[in-house]
C-alpha cells in the first residue's frame, strides 16, 4: 500500500507542496521543491506491533498535520503532527462502545467518518471538538438496500454511501445531522471530490448511466451550508458503453460563478470530455490496447456513381467550385482555405473508401482488450466504423479477447459478399468457462451472429478449404483436444470429410514443456448439425515432444504464416547449381532456454545459460534439426518465412545482442539436376511433399551481433513472393527497421568470389549494420511497439506495414525498390518537356531539309 | 496548467529516487547505477528533425526491465539493482548512442565500471554518455549540377557530339590548300562512291 497526498507548506523560502507518502512502515514527507526527504516516521513509533496503524492523511492547518487510524476495533486515534518537522505533538483516542467497520473511513477536513461493524450506523467524530456522534443509516436514508459502504470519493462535507440498489450523497453539514442529499439507482460513477478555487467551496460529480447512450452528469457543489445541484444530459451517437472512472473540473466564469467540467472514461477506453451537457472532444484510447489486427479489401468501385451522388448536389458542387477558384486567386479567408483542403482531401484517390487498382488502401479492422473492433481507413487513418460486440457483453463473467481471423473473404464469385471476420473470445470464471464466437461485416460493423459455446477454446485453425460462399473453414480445439468445425453447415461438412483423414494439428504447454500432436479423427456422432456448437470430431494423440523441465523452457515458437505464397522452390546460383528450399509448411520452430537463466539477465553468467533450437515436423512430430547455443538467454524473437528463420536473442558472453538465421535446403531433390533440366521443367519441383517421405535437410547457418535489443520481428510480404524480403524490426526506441534479408544470408563469406557476388552475397560482417535509412518510421516513434503486421498490396513490388502500440503507424515498403511502377519522384515534366523539344527539334529539321531540297532543285 | 502540471512532476521523480535508496525495496539489489548523457551541440544538424532534447531520451535497462526518464540537466538514475552485469540502452529519436555494458560490483560496495559494446570503450564512474552519431533518416537528394549532367553517359557523348561539330571544319581549314585541292582531285577520279554522292543520290 502507498498513499500520496500533497499538502500546501509555507516556508521560509516561500510557499511549497509537502508530499505525504504512506508506505507499510513509513509515513514520509517530501519536499516537492528539491525532492529531499524532510522526515519520516517510523511505524514503530506508533504502535507497539510495528504496523502501519495511520489509514488516512489530512492537513490540519498550515503547521500541521493530522493522521488518522483505528484503535484495535473499537475506537479512532488522531495523531497530529506537524508538517514541518514530524515531530507527533499530541495522540488522542477516541472510543466507541460497538466495533467500528475497519474498511469504511474517510477523513474529510473537518470530521473522521466511519461506520459500525454491520454498517446500521454512521460513526464520526469532528476533529475540532472529537466528541464521537453515531446516526442511523436507516433512519435518514430508508431506501437503501443492502449493507452499505463508504466510498472514497467525498468533497468537504458530502460523502457517498454505497448500497447494493443505489447511491446516497450526504451532507454531514454544521448542523451535525447527517442530511440525505440525493440517492442515485442506475449503474452511476463518482469522481473525486476538488476544492474549487478561491473560498472553501467543494464539488462533486456523479455520471449515472441513463442508457447505452445516453449518460446524466450531476454535480452537487457546496457552497457553506448549501448543497447546490444541478444536472445535465448528455447523449452519444457511437457506442461507448458504461461509464468507468469520471474526473471533475472546475473554471471560473466570466461572472465568477463555477462552471464545471468532467473527464469521463468509458469502457472502450475512450476520453471524453463534457461541458454544459455537450461533448467537447473526444479520444480514442482504447487503439492503444490493440491485440490483434487484420485487413480486409474496400468495396469495388460501382459503375454509374456519378459526380453528383458523390458531391450531394449542384449547389454544393457549385459551391465547392466557387471557393476553389477563390483561393486560387489568393482572395479567400482562412476558413475558406480550411473548408478547400477539407474538400481536396477527401476527393484525393487516397482516402476513397473503394478498392484502387494497387491495392494500396485497404481497411485496418482491429480488435482492442477492451472487446471494441474498429476499422481504419489506411489512407488516413481515420476510423470508419467502432462497435462493441454485443454477444459477448452480454456474456458476464470476465471476458479475455481471443482472435480475430477473416471468415469470408470476397473472392471469385463471392465477390460482391461483404468481407466478414470472426471475432473469438473466452469467459473464464470460477465456475464455468466458455468460448465465445461472433462474426462481423467488415463494411458496416453489422454483427450477423453470435454463438456461446459449451467449451472452452484452446485454439482456433483457419483450414486451407473454402465452401461455395467462400466462407472459410476453421477447427475450433477445445480444452479436451476434440475437434469442432465451423461454420456448421452440410456443405463444410462434405468438402472437410475429403481432408478429415489427412487434418493434423499440434498443441503447445509452455507450462508443461511438451508439444503434443494430434490427428482428427472422422465425425464423433452422425447427430444433427448444431450450428452453434459446429460439427464435433474427436482426436488421436500421435506423438508428444517433452522438453526436460530441468533444463529447458519453451520461450518461443514460430511458424510460417499460412496465407504465404513462394514463388519459386528452386534457388538457381549463377553457377547454374539448383538448391531446393525445403518449403514444408508443417515445420515449427521452437526456441527454449535454460529454465535458471530466466528473466534478469542482469545476474546470470554464461555457464548457467543456453537456448535450443529446434526445426519439428508437426505431423510426425520428427525433430529435423537441433541447435545448441551456450552462452544465450532470452528475450527471443522468432520469424519464420519459406524455408528459413531469423531469431534474435541475448548472447550473455559478450554481452551483445545477436541474430542467428537458419535456411533449410532438401538436398534428396538435388539428384543432378541443373539449370537446362529445370528450365525444361523435366524436375521434381511438382512432386508432392509428404512429411512421411525420407528427409534429408542441408541446414545452413549464421549468427550477428546486433546493437539493440528488440520488441517486434516480422517479415514483408508480397502478392506472389517475387521480391526479396526485409525483416521488420521493431526497435527499442519504437521505432521500425526494415533489414533486407541478405543481410542474414548464411552463405555471406568474407570474400565473396565473383560468382557469389552475382548471386548478391554481401561480404561478411561481424555484426548486421544499422543504417538510419533503413528506418522505415523515420524520426517518428511508435510509442510502446508491441507488433507489427504486414500485408501484400497489389503491386508485387510493394508490401503494407501497420504496427502497433500506444500509437499506430502505417506505411508501405518496398524491399527491392519499385520496379513496377513509377515513383512519387517521377520528373513528369522533365519527360514532357525533352517530348516536346523533340517534337519542335523534329518540325524545324523537317523545315530546314524541305527548303534545302527546294533550293537544291532551283539549282 | 500543462506546463506546470510536468514541471512539478519533475521533482517527484528525483523524491522516489531519493527515498527508495534509503530504504532498498525487498528481494531487489541495494545498488544504484546513476550517470549523465550529454551531447555538445544543443540542436541536431541542418535537415535533421529531432534536436537534442532531453526530454525525448528514455534509458533502458536489460531490454526493458526497467525504464528511466532524464532530467533536464542530464542525469539519470536506476536505483534498487543487484550486483551483476547489466546493460543499458539509450534511446534518443534521431541519435545513435551503443549499448553500454555496466558491472555493479558487489565487492567494491557497488562501485560501476562502464563498457561501450559497439566501439569497446571502458568507462569509469561517473558515467557520462554521448551519441556516437547523428542518424540522418532520409537520404539527400542529390542536388542538380550541370557537372553531374556532363558526366553522365548521355552528357559525355552530347558533349563529344558538340565537340565534332566545332572541331572537324576547324581541322580542314588546316590542311594545306594545295594539298586539299590534291585531295579532291583524288576523290573526284576515284571510281568509289563518296558519301556526298551517296546523299545527293536522287538529284545526280
Not at chain 1, 508490401?799 to 513496377?820: K, N
Not at chain 2, 533518416?137 to 556532363?150: N, T
Amino acid at each position: 500500500m502507498l498513499i500520496v497526498t500533497s499538502i500546501d507548506l509555507h516556508t521560509e523560502s516561500g510557499k511549497g507542496k509537502l508530499l505525504l507518502i504512506l508506505g507499510d512502515r513509513h509515513l514520509l514527507g517530501v519536499s516537492s521543491v528539491d525532492g529531499a526527504l524532510k522526515w519520516s516516521i517510523e511505524s514503530k513509533e506508533l504502535s507497539d506491533n510495528g504496523e502501519m496503524n495511520i489509514k488516512k492523511i489530512v492537513q490540519h492547518d498550515e503547521k500541521s498535520i493530522y493522521g488518522v487510524g483505528f484503535l484495535s476495533l473499537s475506537g479512532f486515534v488522531v495523531w497530529d503532527i506537524d508538517a514541518k518537522t514530524g515531530h507527533i505533538n499530541s495522540r488522542d483516542v477516541i472510543t466507541h462502545h460497538q466495533e467500528l467497520s475497519m474498511n469504511d473511513l474517510i477523513v474529510t477536513e473537518s470530521s473522521v467518518i466511519s461506520l459500525d461493524r454491520d454498517g446500521k450506523n454512521i460513526v464520526w467524530i469532528s476533529l475540532n471538538q472529537q466528541v464521537l456522534q453515531i446516526a442511523s443509516i436507516e433512519r435518514h436514508i430508508p431506501d437503501g438496500k443492502g449493507r452499505p459502504h463508504l466510498m472514497e470519493e467525498h468533497a468537504g462535507n458530502i460523502f457517498v454511501l454505497k448500497f447494493k440498489n443505489q447511491i446516497s450523497l450526504v451532507n454531514l453539514g454544521s448542523s451535525n445531522v447527517p442530511e440525505l442529499i440525493q440517492s442515485l439507482q442506475d449503474h452511476s460513477i463518482v469522481s473525486l471530490g476538488i476544492a474549487l478555487p478561491g473560498g472553501d467551496k467543494h464539488a462533486l460529480s456523479v455520471i449515472q448511466q441513463v442508457s447505452e447512450d445516453k449518460i446524466n452528469v450531476h454535480i452537487f457543489m457546496e457552497e457553506g451550508d448549501k448543497i447546490k445541484v444541478s444536472s445535465e444530459l448528455v447523449g452519444s451517437d457511437i457506442q461507448r458503453g458504461f461509464v468507468k472512472k469520471a474526473y471533475l473540473n472546475a473554471y471560473t466564469r466570466n461572472d465568477r460563478s463555477h462552471g464545471f467540467r468532467v473527464l469521463v472514461v468509458a469502457e472502450d477506453s475512450s476520453l471524453s470530455l463534457l461541458q454544459q451537457g455537450e461533448m467537447v472532444w473526444n479520444r480514442e484510447d482504447g487503439l492503444a490496447s490493440i491485440i490483434e489486427a487484420s485487413t480486409a479489401e474496400l468495396p469495388l468501385e460501382k459503375e454509374g456513381v456519378s459526380v453528383a451522388r458523390v458531391e450531394h448536389s449542384l449547389l454544393e458542387w457549385l459551391k465547392g467550385h466557387w471557393l476553389k477558384l477563390k483561393t486560387a486567386l489568393m482572395v479567400a479567408s482562412v476558413e475558406e482555405a480550411a473548408a478547400v483542403q477539407a474538400l481536396r482531401l477527401k476527393s484525393t484517390d487516397k482516402t476513397k473508401m473503394s478498392r484502387d487498382h494497387n491495392g494500396f488502401r485497404k481497411l485496418l479492422v482491429v480488435l482492442t482488450k477492451t472487446g471494441k473492433l474498429y476499422t481504419l481507413h489506411t489512407g488516413d487513418g481515420r476510423i470508419v466504423w467502432s462497435s462493441f460486440i454485443s454477444g459477448f457483453r452480454r456474456s458476464g463473467g470476465k471476458l479475455t479477447m481471443l482472435k480475430l481471423l477473416p471468415w469470408q473473404v470476397p473472392h471469385k464469385h463471392a465477390m460482391h459478399e461483404n468481407p466478414v471476420f470472426l471475432v473469438a473470445a473466452k469467459v473464464a470464471s470460477e465456475e464455468n468457462k466458455f468460448g465465445l464466437l461472433a462474426w462481423v461485416d467488415a463494411y458496416s460493423g453489422m454483427e450477423i451472429n453470435s454463438v456461446r459455446l459449451t467449451y472452452f477454446i484452446e485454439q482456433i485453425i483457419p483450414l486451407p478449404l473454402t465452401d461455395g460462399a467462400e466462407q472459410r473453414l476453421h477447427i475450433i480445439i477445445d480444452d479436451h483436444a476434440n475437434a469442432h468445425l465451423f461454420p456448421a453447415t452440410d456443405e463444410s461438412l462434405q468438402i472437410f470429410l475429403e481432408h478429415a483423414q489427412s487434418t493434423y494439428f499440434y498443441m503447445t504447454d509452455k507450462e508443461k514443456g511438451t508439444i503434443t500432436g494430434f490427428a482428427v479423427k472422422g465425425p464423433q456422432t452422425a447427430s444433427p448439425l448444431s450450428p452453434s456448437d459446429g460439427v464435433l470430431f474427436r482426436s488421436q494423440q500421435l506423438w508428444t515432444i517433452m522438453f526436460p523441465s530441468d533444463t529447458e523452457r519453451i520461450v518461443t515458437t514460430a511458424t510460417r504464416r499460412v496465407d504465404e505464397v513462394v514463388h519459386t522452390q528452386a534457388k538457381i546460383l549463377t553457377n547454374q547449381d539448383v538448391l531446393y528450399k525445403y518449403l514444408n509448411k508443417n515445420t515449427l520452430f521452437v526456441a527454449t532456454i535454460a529454465p535458471s537463466g530466466a528473466e534478469a539477465f542482469g545476474e546470470t553468467s554464461p555457464e548457467e545459460n543456453w537456448l535450443v533450437v529446434y526445426i519439428i515436423d508437426t505431423i510426425t512430430g520428427r525433430i529435423l534439426y537441433r541447435l545448441k547455443h551456450s552462452g544465450m538467454c532470452g528475450p527471443v524473437h522468432a520469424v519464420f518465412s519459406e524455408n528459413w528463420i531469423v531469431y534474435h536473442y541475448f548472447n550473455v558472453r559478450a554481452h551483445r545482442f545477436e541474430y542467428s538465421v537458419i535456411e533449410m535446403y532438401d538436398r534428396n531433390r538435388i539428384d543432378n539436376k541443373n539449370m537446362l533440366q529445370f528450365m525444361l521443367g523435366k524436375d521434381n519441383a511438382t512432386a508432392t511433399l509428404s512429411s512421411y517421405s525420407h528427409v534429408d535437410l542441408d541446414v545452413k547457418t549464421q549468427s550477428y551481433f546486433f546493437s539493440h535489443s528488440i520488441k517486434a520481428l516480422t517479415v514483408t510480404s508480397t502478392a506472389r513472393g517475387i521480391t526479396g524480403k526485409q525483416i521488420l524490426v521493431g526497435s527499442v526506441g519504437d521505432q521500425i527497421l526494415a533489414l533486407d534479408k541478405r543481410f542474414f544470408d548464411p552463405r555471406r563469406t568474407a570474400e565473396p568470389t565473383q560468382a557469389e557476388k552475382e548471386d548478391g552475397i554481401i561480404p561478411l560482417t561481424d555484426a548486421i549494420p544499422i543504417l538510419p535509412q533503413f528506418y522505415l518510421s523515420h524520426a517518428y516513434r511508435v510509442e510502446g511497439l508491441r507488433g507489427i503486421i504486414t500485408v501484400p498490396a497489389g503491386l508485387e513490388s510493394t508490401s503494407l506495414v501497420f504496427a502497433y502500440g500506444v500509437d499506430l503507424f502505417y506505411t508501405h515498403t518496398a524491399p527491392s525498390r519499385i520496379y513496377d511502377s513509377l515513383t512519387g519522384e517521377f520528373n513528369y515534366a522533365l519527360l514532357l518537356i525533352t517530348i516536346f523539344a523533340l517534337l519542335i527539334a523534329i518540325i524545324i529539321s523537317w523545315i530546314l531539309s524541305e527548303r534545302k531540297e527546294l533550293k537544291e532543285k532551283w539549282k | 496548467m500543462a506546463i506546470s502540471g510536468v514541471l512539478s512532476l519533475l521533482p517527484i521523480v528525483v523524491a522516489v529516487g531519493f527515498f527508495t535508496a534509503a530504504i532498498p525495496i525487498s528481494g531487489a539489489g541495494e545498488y544504484t547505477i546513476a550517470g549523465r548523457i550529454r551531447h555538445s551541440r544543443a540542436e541536431g544538424l541542418s535537415g535533421n528533425k529531432a534536436p537534442f532534447k532531453t526530454l525525448n531520451i528514455k534509458v533502458i535497462l536489460n531490454a526493458g526491465q526497467r525504464v528511466a526518464f532524464v532530467r533536464p540537466d542530464g542525469y539519470f538514475a536506476f536505483s534498487g539493482i543487484p550486483a551483476g552485469t547489466h546493460l543499458l540502452e539509450v534511446v534518443a529519436p534521431g541519435y545513435f548512442f551503443s549499448p553500454v555494458r555496466v558491472d555493479v560490483s558487489a565487492r567494491l560496495n557497488g562501485q560501476l565500471q562502464a563498457f561501450l559494446t559497439e566501439t569497446r570503450r571502458v568507462i569509469s564512474e561517473p558515467l557520462m554518455f554521448e551519441p556516437l552519431r547523428e542518424e540522418e533518416y532520409f537520404e539527400k537528394r542529390e542536388p542538380f549540377s550541370i557537372m553531374g549532367l556532363l558526366k553522365s553517359p548521355m552528357g559525355l557523348m552530347v558533349g563529344f557530339m558538340v565537340m565534332a561539330v566545332f572541331l572537324l571544319p576547324k581541322l580542314m581549314e588546316n590542311i594545306d590548300p594545295e594539298e586539299m585541292k590534291r585531295m579532291q582531285e583524288e576523290m573526284r577520279n576515284s571510281p568509289a562512291p563518296s558519301f556526298g554522292s551517296l546523299l545527293q543520290g536522287r538529284t545526280s
